[in-house]
């Protein structure tokens, strides 16, 4: 009997790929603008760059982008890449299609949710926030919970202490075979891939289930569930 349901955030819940590829395309441009000396598409390229070595939520990017060209940072460049960047952001970081359908119905039928995300706590409360789901959830556990990032089982062993109820009563919907459904099923999680979110082209997830659409899960609860009562 599933009695709990946990989610990853990014591609998951929101297409955080795309979001963070259209923001820093507007950023280098209005940066491009203002005088930055590098093109469009070398200045995105030198970004993801520096997200490789520092990782997707770095925060400083655009500053060490201008640091490495210039020694300093330029204000007005740094100002108009901030600005543009928030801008694409805000327009762009959208839920999936039937997203808010599904959680609805999850809490309707008495399941409780949860999100795990690798994000640090305060971006991934912005992004919940700003998608108005920062009432949703029983607990959102984020990388400064624990310092340990899926797929190791302490952001797991967390959400499982969190939640109050043994691994065999919770199911892990995710994107990321390697780290979402690796560390959930290595205590006893049943998994959820979330194919509409996969960046990776995969194959063979290794997950229990797999869906094209969230709204599938509700299928996956009923089938786990038949016969019983999620309440």
């Given at each position: 009997?599933?009695?709990?349901?946990?989610?990853?955030?990014?591609?998951?819940?929101?297409?955080?790929?795309?979001?963070?590829?259209?923001?820093?395309?507007?950023?280098?441009?209005?940066?491009?603008?203002?005088?930055?000396?590098?093109?469009?598409?070398?200045?995105?390229?030198?970004?993801?760059?520096?997200?490789?070595?520092?990782?997707?939520?770095?925060?400083?990017?655009?500053?060490?982008?201008?640091?490495?060209?210039?020694?300093?940072?330029?204000?007005?460049?740094?100002?108009?890449?901030?600005?543009?960047?928030?801008?694409?952001?805000?327009?762009?970081?959208?839920?999936?299609?039937?997203?808010?359908?599904?959680?609805?119905?999850?809490?309707?039928?008495?399941?409780?949710?949860?999100?795990?995300?690798?994000?640090?706590?305060?971006?991934?409360?912005?992004?919940?926030?700003?998608?108005?789901?920062?009432?949703?959830?029983?607990?959102?556990?984020?990388?400064?919970?624990?310092?340990?990032?899926?797929?190791?089982?302490?952001?797991?062993r967390k959400a499982?202490?969190?939640?109050?109820?043994?691994?065999?009563?919770?199911?892990?919907?995710?994107?990321?075979?390697?780290?979402?459904?690796?560390g959930a099923a290595?205590?006893?999680?049943?998994?959820?891939?979330?194919?509409y979110g996969d960046?990776?082209?995969?194959?063979?997830?290794?997950?229990?289930?797999?869906?094209?659409?969230?709204?599938?899960?509700?299928?996956?609860?009923?089938?786990?569930?038949?016969?019983?009562?999620?309440?």
């Amino acid at each position: 009997m599933i009695r709990a349901v946990i989610f990853d955030l990014d591609n998951t819940l929101t297409d955080f790929v795309k979001m963070k590829d259209r923001a820093i395309i507007s950023a280098v441009e209005a940066m491009f603008d203002m005088g930055l000396p590098l093109s469009p598409q070398d200045a995105r390229e030198s970004i993801y760059a520096i997200y490789d070595r520092e990782g997707i939520e770095y925060q400083y990017v655009l500053d060490q982008l201008l640091r490495d060209l210039y020694g300093h940072v330029p204000p007005a460049i740094l100002a108009a890449g901030i600005i543009a960047y928030r801008r694409a952001r805000d327009s762009i970081l959208v839920l999936y299609p039937h997203v808010k359908l599904t959680l609805v119905e999850l809490i309707r039928r008495g399941i409780r949710l949860a999100v795990l995300s690798d994000a640090p706590s305060l971006q991934a409360w912005q992004r919940l926030h700003h998608l108005s789901l920062q009432h949703t959830f029983d607990h959102v556990i984020t990388f400064d919970d624990t310092g340990q990032r899926k797929p190791s089982p302490a952001p797991f062993r967390k959400a499982i202490d969190l939640l109050g109820m043994p691994p065999a009563e919770l199911l892990m919907v995710g994107d990321w075979p390697a780290r979402d459904m690796r560390g959930a099923a290595g205590l006893g999680i049943q998994t959820v891939f979330a194919r509409y979110g996969d960046t990776f082209q995969t194959k063979h997830s290794g997950a229990d289930f797999e869906i094209d659409d969230i709204i599938e899960l509700l299928d996956v609860l009923d089938e786990l569930n038949a016969g019983g009562d999620a309440g």
